[in-house]
């Protein structure tokens, strides 16, 4: 004896239970045929991202804004997706590549991170920025202070575009 499934629309039980899908996750990309919160999902399990950056990217795969704001609201309900935790990876990743806190600052606010969130997080770092900003022109230049006023210029913008102040730039090339 041979069964007929009813297709899904027939099935009262499963229509009532898709109805209660927010319509962000039934929209899928007219691209790629996923939802939002499949392409943030994705997003999500390679890195952390900023809630501004899930915004953009959704907005790059032309969701409806609707869509975009529910998709984000509920990963951060959810708990995947947070600015806070965003931050943390941030600062701690660009202190391992020698990096400074003023450009750690600048690159966290393009990337629309609050300032508060950005200063708490530079703050609980507990780097040493002038020791950092003396072992990343150690590394880059060697261990001996240029004595050149041309030299020691061009060690100061490396610094600089690194994103030490001028204080631990000045600590940098007098400590050695």
Same mark, same amino acid.
């Given at each position: 004896m041979m069964h007929r499934l009813r297709p899904l629309s027939a099935n009262p039980d499963v229509t009532?239970?898709?109805? @209660?899908? @927010?319509? $962000?996750? #039934?929209? +899928?990309?007219?691209k790629s045929g996923l939802s939002p919160r499949n392409h943030a999902m994705n997003w999500l399990a390679r890195r952390e991202h900023s809630l501004a950056e899930l915004r953009t990217k959704l !907005? !790059? =795969?032309e969701f409806s804004p609707e869509a975009i704001e529910n998709t984000? $609201?509920?990963?951060? +309900?959810?708990?995947? !997706?947070?600015?806070?935790?965003? !931050?943390?990876?941030f600062v701690a990743a660009r *202190?391992?590549?020698?990096?400074?806190?003023? =450009? *750690?600052?600048r690159d966290l606010r393009q990337r629309g991170v609050d300032a508060e969130l950005? #200063?708490?997080?530079? @703050?609980?770092s507990g780097a040493d920025w002038r020791s950092l900003a003396e072992t990343v022109r150690h590394k880059k230049f060697g261990a001996k202070i240029p +004595?050149?006023?041309k030299e020691k210029?061009?060690?100061?913008r490396f610094l600089e575009y690194r994103g030490f102040t001028g204080e631990q730039i000045r600590a940098a090339l007098d400590n050695d």
């Open positions: 009532d239970e898709l109805s @209660e899908v @927010e319509p $962000a996750e #039934q929209a +899928a990309s007219p !907005a !790059a =795969r984000v $609201a509920g990963l951060v +309900a959810d708990g995947l !997706a947070s600015d806070d935790r965003f !931050a943390e990876a *202190i391992r590549k020698g990096q400074g806190p003023v =450009r *750690i600052r950005i #200063q708490l997080h530079l @703050e609980e +004595a050149e006023y210029a061009r060690q100061m």
